[in-house]
């Protein structure tokens, strides 16, 4: 969990900052678009055999 204490007489808007990138080091966001909305079974398995035939595609093409 990301945490953040203000110093004494620091601006709000400097640990604002700082919580941010907090948050963004830990994954946090990231990790809440991902289960943003519930994925079946199915949608899972159809979305990472789009990403394995996408990434096989992109490999062929920066072999000459």
Known sequence: MAQVIP??????DSALRRFKREVSKA????????????ETPLEKRKR????VRKSKRFSRRSKP
């Not at 110093?7 to 709000?12: A, L």
């Open 48 to 51: 990472k055999a789009t990403a």
């Open 7 to 12: 110093g004494d007489g620091e601006w709000i």
């Open 27 to 38: 994954g946090i966001m990231a990790d809440a678009r991902k289960h943003r909305h519930f």
